[in-house]
């Protein structure tokens, strides 16, 4: 079922991306428009495509996946954008793109596993410390909605949201296991320290009123018809909902590094409400990209990876996340009126973005650390803090919540190498 599954997800994945109805790269999908309106041919696009992309899929998607052990969806998706737009238009290129991106999604899963076994084969198997780049995420996550207060609202209130929410997280280390009706019930306290930071985010946010001397734009009348066209795919894209909540649900994929941890540590509950609050983030971004080009996100907010989090059935997380996507679909235009009556929680979704970001960057950078030293002390600090400050000055450097795990897979390599050549000696 996985990879029937997958190569369902990468088969359509392409298609969409192919005529145009959805790509994954945020970047991207204000471009697809200048080809659908001849604005530019299809080898600009192709090569723009490759360019934005190829780079996050090798430097970012495919080292956090490994490190996991699960496909992180960009290692998926911002491939199949790419194999989409190189295809030819019409049928023709459909069966194409359906044909590659199927085979794609096949090699993703069948590489990420021939690659964990080989790790394993090895004479210094590292896969075990290579899992601690992913210890720090676990804790970080809970901080960003205090990092979203202080961006918005002031440092002063974010340090008090962050404080609280580091109440919150210790009261339920010390008083968060019970029993009701002689069932053990423990609460999670990072998930919990996250519930309180996303209330306290949302107060504050909705709080914020409207700039009245400010000129009123109403993208979904502007573009009316961008609208109408996505409305028009609504079934296909529902379809695509549904096939990544189900390789969700499977333990396939995740949304993001943060979530895609929390799974791999079985903490299901955790990557669905980190997911939800990524999905809250992603509303203005997604909604006002499609409604202004009229191409979708063929992940749509991202609320369909909450479903397959929290629901074990594949088919069943097949019929919930076609549902979400349906209705993130449907509702579309009334979704762009309603931010505009809460300008704070428009705000919110950039900061949010921006916030998990720059605590993914650190978590990643210190994740990775940790793994490097556990494998070889001192090496492999010295491994990861060079390739950090040495990819800065580099004319194409990797995105920076790459350096982690690329670095610690970098050291895993190396000491193998050391070991060969008698320059490394196993430890006792």
Do not use: W
Not at 68 to 86: C, K, R, Y
Not at 109 to 137: C, M, R, S, W
Not at 370 to 388: D, E, H, S, T
Request: charged letters at 10%.
């Amino acid at each position: 079922m996985q990879y029937v599954v997958i190569a369902l997800l990468g088969a359509l994945a392409a298609i969409l991306s192919n005529t145009g109805v959805a790509v994954f790269n945020d970047g991207f999908r204000a471009i697809v428009p200048e080809y659908l309106e001849g604005r530019m041919d299809k080898k600009a696009l192709a090569a723009t495509s490759f360019a934005i992309s190829f780079g996050l899929v090798i430097g970012f998607g495919i080292p956090v996946s490994i490190a996991a052990s699960i496909i992180l969806i960009h290692s998926i998706l911002l491939g199949t954008d790419i194999i989409g737009s190189f295809c030819p238009s019409g049928k023709k290129g459909m069966v194409i793109s359906g044909v590659a991106g199927a085979a794609y999604g096949i090699g993703i899963v069948y590489g990420l596993q021939f690659v964990v076994d080989l790790f394993a084969k090895l004479p210094v198997n590292f896969l075990e410390p290579l899992k601690q780049v992913g210890t720090p995420i676990t804790v970080a996550f809970a901080v960003f909605p205090a990092l979203v207060v202080a961006y918005q609202f002031g440092t002063k209130k974010g340090f008090l949201t962050g404080l609280v929410a580091l109440l919150v997280r210790q009261i339920t280390v010390i008083y968060g296991t019970f029993s009701i009706n002689g069932m053990n019930i423990k609460l999670d306290a990072e998930g919990m320290a996250l519930l309180a930071g996303m209330i306290i985010m949302i107060i504050f946010a909705v709080q914020e009123k409207p700039d009245p001397n400010a000129p009123k734009v109403d993208l979904a009348a502007i573009f009316a018809e961008r609208v109408k066209k996505i409305k028009k795919n609504l079934p296909i894209l529902a379809l695509m909902g549904g096939l990544i909540s189900a390789a969700t649900s499977l333990s396939l994929v995740a949304g993001d590094p943060i979530s895609l941890n929390l799974l791999a540590e079985g903490k299901n509950t955790e990557a669905a409400m980190t997911a939800l609050a990524r999905g809250i983030g992603f509303i203005p971004l997604v909604a006002t990209t499609a409604i202004s080009t009229g191409v979708y996100a063929p992940a749509g907010m991202t609320f369909v990876f909450v479903a397959g989090f929290l629901i074990g059935n594949p088919i069943l997380a097949f019929v919930a996340g076609a549902a979400i996507m349906a209705l993130e679909v449907y509702f579309l235009d009334g979704l762009a009126k309603l931010m505009d009556k809460f300008p704070g929680v428009r705000k919110c979704g950039d900061n949010i973005r921006t916030a998990m970001s720059k605590v993914l960057e650190v978590a990643l950078l210190i994740g990775g650390m940790m793994a490097a030293q556990a494998m070889a002390p001192g090496l492999g600090l010295f491994a990861v803090i060079g390739l950090y400050v040495l990819n800065k000055t580099s004319k194409k450097p990797i995105v920076d919540m790459a350096v982690g795990p690329v670095g610690a897979i970098g050291v895993g390599i190396l000491i193998n190498i050391l070991y060969l050549v008698g320059l490394y000696v196993l430890p006792v």
